[in-house]
């Protein structure tokens, strides 16, 4: 299988809101998705307290004596050297700026119209439901205070939806929040609240991490507030592809720190305990496979929210997936796929979106994308990163083969539509 990205497409299916496991049955192998791994997202999914698990409605208990206690993400040795007590430092350095982030929201529901058959009302009678009734769904996670005057940075999905949101500091002062923005196609975040000369969080350089380093996660998993874990940076530039989340623009950093449902929005430290990364989501029934937004996204992110309450994504409107010898050799010998390529490395256009700035600049599905703003792409994920890190309405080039011919055409981003219906 072959990694399958969209640029500008905002799938049906999308694991980390709606469907745990995505199956792609009888379709053509470029068509199949990297990876399809259940995700749970550590924060609040406003459907359960403390945390939802993606495509399910498994609830997550918040009492820790219904925990199963197990050994498992245990911190690794010390380094030779290491002063033993560095963690420590940090969680009296950055502990007072963790914060928990408790949501809520009233969801009205609608019996069917069926209900009202008069058939019904003549065998039911007053055991008939209430025409309209609500119900508060409640969730809670994390987050980092990273102004003096309030500003607190968190996960999307924490606050998604909330009508109240409510901070809780360490020393156990409550204050009402404000969302001043989110961002989905991140899941970043940013609250705010009426306070002042509050301890803040330092930032660090998260494109500078290796793996190996180690790393350090304090958030509320679980009801547990205050929780602190260790471990390593188990790797960077994890795709959204290779996680299972193929509707997101994150380069995710992986840890094997342990985190949990109401870890979400929380900071992930070095070991000067500088945030370089937010908790996000885990794999369902794994061990030691945590992952984090870097902070250098997050923060990139977050001064947009903060400057305008929204954020422009640069998109082209392409579905496209990283051209091999074999996956040539399937697409040719498949007489449904619609496409001949004569290229053996790349990356094809699947699909272009009608009326997208690659449509709009003559992009054809079975183009081959070689360069893109003068940089070779081997696979989806480099065409993404390259797409991102450009201007709304500026100019992008693209090296492409197409017939075996070499074409340089000019593209313009446009801005990722706001709404799914209009990428479809």
């Given at each position: 299988m072959q990694n399958q990205s969209r640029d500008g497409e905002h799938p049906s299916n999308s694991i980390l809101s709606n469907t745990a496991d995505t199956k792609y049955h009888n379709r053509a192998p470029w068509k199949k998705a990297a990876a399809s791994l259940s995700l749970v997202l550590l924060g609040s999914g406003m459907t359960l307290a403390g945390g939802y698990m993606a495509g399910h409605s498994q609830q997550m208990s918040e009492n820790a004596s219904n925990l199963?206690?197990?050994?498992v993400n245990a911190a690794p040795p010390l380094a030779a050297g290491t002063d033993p007590?560095?963690?420590i430092q940090v969680v009296q350095k950055v502990g007072p700026a963790v914060v928990r982030?408790?949501?809520?929201?009233t969801v009205k529901?609608?019996?069917?119209?069926?209900?009202?058959?008069?058939l019904f009302q003549r065998f039911f009678g007053s055991q008939m439901p209430e025409q309209q009734s609500n119900r508060?769904?409640?969730?809670?996670g994390s987050g980092f205070i990273i102004?003096?005057?309030?500003?607190?940075?968190?996960n999307a999905h924490v606050v998604d939806g909330a009508d109240t949101v409510t901070v809780t500091l360490k020393d156990g002062r409550s204050f009402k929040g404000k969302v001043l923005g989110k961002d989905d196609l991140t899941d970043v975040a940013v609250v705010k609240i009426q306070a002042d000369n509050l301890p803040l969080v330092a930032l660090g350089n998260s494109d500078k991490l290796q793996p190996g380093e180690w790393a350090i996660a304090i958030g509320n998993p679980l009801g547990l507030d205050n929780t602190v874990t260790t471990g390593i940076i188990s790797a960077t530039g994890r795709s959204s592809n290779q996680i299972g989340a193929p509707d997101k623009r994150v380069e995710y950093i992986q840890t094997d720190a342990a985190i949990n449902p109401g870890n979400s929005g929380g900071p992930l430290l070095n070991y000067r305990g500088e945030v370089i990364a937010m908790n996000t989501a885990i794999i369902q029934g794994a061990q030691g496979l945590g992952f984090a937004i870097p902070i250098n996204t997050a923060q990139r992110i977050s001064s947009q929210l903060?400057?305008?309450?929204?954020v422009e994504h640069p998109y082209l409107g392409i579905q496209m997936v990283g051209l091999t010898p074999q996956l040539k050799q399937n697409i040719n010998s498949d007489p449904n796929s619609g496409l001949s390529v004569n290229e053996d490395k790349g990356v094809l256009v699947v699909k272009v979106v009608p009326n997208s700035p690659a449509a709009k600049a003559g992009i054809r599905a079975g183009d081959v994308i070689q360069k893109l703003g003068g940089q070779a792409v081997t696979d989806?994920?480099?065409?993404?990163?390259v797409v991102e890190n450009s201007q709304v309405g500026g100019d992008l080039r693209l090296e492409l083969r197409r017939n075996g011919q070499n074409l340089n055409i000019a593209v313009q981003p446009g801005a990722f539509p706001t709404q799914p219906t209009q990428v479809q």
């Open positions: 199963a206690v197990s050994r007590n560095f963690v982030i408790d949501s809520s929201r529901t609608q019996i069917p119209d069926e209900f009202n058959d008069p508060v769904e409640r969730g809670t102004s003096a005057d309030g500003r607190i940075l968190t903060i400057a305008t309450g929204k989806a994920s480099s065409v993404q990163k």
